[in-house]
């Protein structure tokens, strides 16, 4: 049995020896441009619509709200009732994402000032930026952009942007 003993340890060296070659030798990966994730950011559980002039959720620890105010002009006044808005969110690489659920019909139009509200829930409070987009309709022509916003910092409060419609 000794005389295989120098035999077996020379085997062994030597396929350990290939092993460790085989598995040092493998191809230099290419470098990769990191692919930014999917926008999946969406508000809370299920953002839900304020009901038309219902009040707001009590405040206190329970969130906040975001408000649209829009002034039409004389020309612009037609696209009341049927003004769509979105809500969009902005990603690190600046790209601007449509926040699922945040769209919609104007809630009311009283004269010539169109009003939005959404709920915050308060996981969501201090995030950003946003911006609000009008719409003249549900898939149609982009009327107006706002201005980029925050969430609201605190429960209870409602981050209000206004935006105007020129004739």
């Known amino acids: 049995m000794r005389k295989w003993l120098p035999w077996l340890v020379l085997n062994f060296c030597i396929l ?3 092993s460790w070659l085989a598995a040092g030798a493998t191809p230099a990966q290419q470098p990769t441009t990191p692919t930014p994730p999917p926008p999946t950011w969406t508000p809370g559980p299920a953002p839900t619509k304020t009901p038309q002039g219902a009040p707001l959720p009590a405040a206190g620890p329970s969130g906040g709200a975001i408000e ?3 002034r039409f002009g004389p020309a612009t006044l037609k696209y009341g009732p049927e ?4 809500v969009q969110w902005q990603d ?6 449509d926040v699922e659920g945040w769209r919609g019909t104007l809630d009311e139009v009283v004269s010539a000032e169109g ?3 959404w709920w915050v829930y308060r996981r969501d409070l201090g995030k950003g930026p946003f911006r609000w987009l009008v719409y003249d309709r ?3 022509k982009l009327l107006v952009a706002s201005q980029s916003f925050n969430l609201p910092g605190i429960s209870g409060q409602t981050v209000k942007v206004q935006v105007e419609l020129e004739p």
Do not use: F
């Open 92 to 97: 690190a690489w600046g790209d601007w994402h």
């Open 138 to 140: 549900a898939g149609g």
């Open 16 to 18: 350990a020896a290939v």
């Open 83 to 86: 003004a769509w808005t979105v």
């Open 68 to 70: 649209l105010q829009v």
């Open 115 to 117: 009003t939005k509200i």
